[in-house]
């Protein structure tokens, strides 16, 4: 996603156009490789840029074959999208903001999605995993930057949501304290001002 002033624009696949007041981002690999995702124009709204894509889903390999995947504080909804370019079998997209759902609805039409393929979910993030009972193979998490003092809740309630085996993405500060949650890191790695990580339910680096 994210909100916040945390990406550097230019070089990563973000473009804005200043007259329609809409941007787009690329998707960098799949079956939808270098095809344009439309992104609304905000100035707090970030998509995540593609060196740190290109990191995520290196990480991530084969395995997001088949997965259902939740991309939470959407945003851009760039990551579940390069997740479905990838192979991932079904994507749901959760954000508040209205302009941002509208992109993300248009953008399945674009993209030819069906129901069973993706949904875009109108609501606050945090409230909706406490409600919905869903599992998801892969989550992402990249909510605005000011909202880390809600991490902790945050990854305690998707521990509800994992399958076996489940994976969780979480970009944060590189400034940040470290994260406290009931899950393994797995893979850990700074760019520049972010962190992005990688948490299990099983602790892979003992897995032989």
């Not at 995540?48 to 991530?60: A, V």
């Not at 994992?162 to 470290?178: D, I, Q």
Request: hydrophobic content about 40%; glycine content about 6%.
């Amino acid at each position: 996603m994210a909100y916040a002033k945390k990406h550097t624009l230019a070089g990563n696949g973000w473009r804005r156009n200043r007259r329609n007041r809409t941007g787009h981002v690329r998707i960098i690999a799949g079956e939808w490789r270098g095809r344009r995702l439309a992104v609304a124009s905000r100035p707090q709204l970030r998509p995540t840029p593609s060196r740190l894509r290109e990191t995520l889903f290196n990480w991530l390999g084969d395995s997001i074959r088949g997965c259902r995947v939740l991309d939470l504080y959407a945003g851009s909804g760039i990551l579940g999208f390069e997740a479905l370019s990838r192979g991932a079998d079904h994507a749901t997209f959760v954000d508040i903001d209205k302009r941002t759902l509208t992109k993300l609805r248009d953008a399945c039409q674009t993209f030819d999605l069906a129901a069973a393929d993706a949904s875009v979910v109108e609501a606050n993030a945090l409230q909706w995993l406490e409600r919905d009972k869903s599992l998801w193979d892969l989550v992402f998490v990249d909510p605005p930057f000011h909202a880390e003092r809600h991490y902790a809740r945050i990854l305690s309630e998707i521990v509800n949501h994992l399958t076996p085996g489940g994976v969780v993405y979480v970009e944060s500060s590189a400034r940040a304290e470290a994260l406290v949650c009931p899950l393994h890191e797995w893979k850990s790695k700074n760019v520049g001002e972010v962190r992005i990580q990688l948490f299990t339910q099983l602790d892979e680096t003992k897995q032989a």
